[in-house]
């Protein structure tokens, strides 16, 4: 199969199209490279493209034969997208939109779009199905929410049919270490931690430790990014088989949940480091929930998907791999 990757020069989406390569497919990989990486392109048909310019796009992709589309590009920090919401809508709401009509347009009909907890907003429950109610406290957040509305709106009224997959948190990386998560700045937990460990970045910032949780600091659900990659085939698959119950939309949460705290996770930085990390306290941060955990037994049940790398010591230790050959490279 040939497939379309947008975001593909990114972190999760360069680790789906090593995926799919060691599954015998091949990628066109469509990226505008604001936060990706030629790097990690493998050697697939790259398109230097911004989902923004309809022209630019309907241009790229005339004549391609494409079996189904990944769709990761998005702008995804939280802080940034309270600050410029208009440059989150058109990037991610307006991009997706342009992307759908030139997909429409050319009758490819799969899409497997990258989705997030945080369309959930505050939760409920202790752990997040699917049918949580969905009150986004970001605008990050809304702007997915609003994705896969349209998403589904465009799968009731067309021939398209797509899947929605909410990560928690992606982390890790591969495990020979040859692709990672590079993201500047940086705003992630884990690497945050190791680049403070390797004295490549600044001393790592525990926002808030005043939550009411466990021991006062955000608990999340950490999913290897390889684990991730997998359920992105699966999805795929899935809607090649038409195998997916009910109308042509469906979404699933992507987790092991099971919860961690910064604490917890920092500690195990300092165990896989062997060395103490330097760190200091701050303030919480806006529009960040005290606990996000996923109850993905939608995903095991039905995309027949089971994470390989559940245990934080493992997926903190394929990240550090990937920071030491990363920074001596
Ligand atoms: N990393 C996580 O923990 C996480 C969690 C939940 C959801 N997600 C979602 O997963 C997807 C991938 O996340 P990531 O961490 O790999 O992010 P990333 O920033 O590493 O990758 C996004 C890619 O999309 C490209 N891109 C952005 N806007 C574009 C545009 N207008 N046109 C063309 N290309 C564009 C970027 O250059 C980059 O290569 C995103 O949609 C993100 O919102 C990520």
Redesign the pocket.
Known sequence: MHYLV??????????TVRALLQHGHTATI????????RW?TQGQVVLD?????PSALRDALRGLEIDGIF??????LVGESAKTPVTYY???VT?TANLLEVALENGWHRVV??????IYGNPLTDRITENHPKVPINV?GQT?LTVENMLKATCEASPMAAVS???????GAAEDASLG???DPET?LIPTALKAASGAGQPLTIFGDDYPTPDGTCVRDY?H?QD?ADAHLRAMNALEQQRLEGPQFDAFNLGNGVGFSVKEVFAACEDIVGQSIPYRLGQRREGDPARLVADASRAREELGWQPRHSEIEMIVATAWAWEQKHRSA
């Open positions: 947008t975001g593909g020069a990114g972190y999760v989406g360069s680790h469509l990226d505008n490279f604001s936060t990706g990486h990690a493209v911004d989902l923004r310019n769709h990761f590009a998005a702008k995804s058109q990037n991610n991009g779009f990258s989705s997030t907890a945080a990050y997915k997959l909410r990560y928690f948190n992606a982390a998560e590079v993201h992630h999913i990014v991730l």
